[in-house]
């Protein structure tokens, strides 16, 4: 996919890049980005394979969601759900670091904020949501209305990088302590819910990361990838916890009848 024209700015843009270091300047951003080495057609190789990585992590603990737990766990479908739309937006986070392009870039930013509020949704439905069915519609459909209107708003007014940040760094915060709220409250009755504290916790951590800006290492490795590569295990991790829950409340569930 990259054009004559492409190729051109890139070639452009490293030449600049060595006037800069020869005069001993600090070398500059270009168009908001630092400039990274690309290998093959791979425009930011290191991001680029972390997420393919967080993907495929995603994918294969699907698999092993699907094949330990009967779709009749009270939170199957909603795991399933997660695990589909998380998938979807590393396909495109895999897809945008590959290739930069208009469309590739709101396809990533989009799809991450679907997977952020699929993620809040997933916390009601665990926290709420089973003493309280209709409790789940209000906040399904509160969360579909936010996604129309944040995708609207970007895609047809402005799109702004920093609203985009503010808005799912806000939502990634209320999901942490949402969720360590509940493990506080559950963690002496259920042995499984380390797991959950320590992906929240962990992956918060790792999202400061995101407020650093510093110059790629080698020109491949930055902050952005970093903080894609350590979400790898915590991906792993937090599927582990689902898995181990949803088998926990079909137990409970299980138990329930039989005293019925």
């Avoid at 300047?25 to 400039?35: D, L």
């Avoid at 998380?86 to 989009?110: M, P």
């Avoid at 069915?133 to 944040?150: G, K, M, Q, V």
Wanted: charged fraction near 15%; glycine fraction near 4%.
């Amino acid at each position: 996919g990259w054009t004559c024209r492409d190729d051109c700015q890139y070639e452009c843009m490293w030449l600049t890049v060595q006037l800069y270091q020869r005069g001993g300047h600090r070398v500059p951003q270009f168009h908001g980005k630092w400039p990274f080495r690309r290998f093959l057609c791979f425009q930011e190789p290191a991001s680029a394979a972390a997420s393919f990585l967080n993907g495929l992590a995603s994918l294969v603990m699907l698999r092993r969601y699907r094949a330990a737990v009967p779709p009749a766990a009270p939170t199957y479908p909603t795991c399933v759900a997660f695990a589909a739309v998380s998938l979807n937006a590393w396909v495109w986070s895999t897809v945008f670091h590959t290739r930069d392009t208009a469309l590739t870039e709101k396809l990533d930013y989009f799809c991450a904020s679907a997977a952020i509020l699929h993620s809040v949704y997933l916390c009601c439905v665990r926290t709420l949501g089973l003493q309280r069915p209709a409790l789940i519609s209000i906040c399904r459909a509160f969360l579909l209305l936010f996604l129309t209107c944040h995708i609207s708003y970007l895609s047809l007014v402005r799109f702004d990088y920093g609203y985009n940040l503010a808005a799912n760094a806000a939502l990634g915060m209320l999901t942490v302590a949402w969720w360590l709220r509940w493990c506080l409250g559950h963690g002496r009755r259920l042995p499984h819910v380390w797991k959950c504290a320590a992906a929240v916790l962990l992956l918060q951590a790792l999202a400061l990361l995101e407020l650093l800006d510093f110059p790629p290492l080698l020109w491949v490795l930055d902050a952005h990838a970093l903080w894609h590569i350590g979400t790898i295990p915590l991906n792993v991790l937090f599927y582990s916890f689902l898995m181990d829950d949803s088998l926990y409340l079909l137990k409970a569930n299980s138990d329930l009848l039989k005293v019925d």
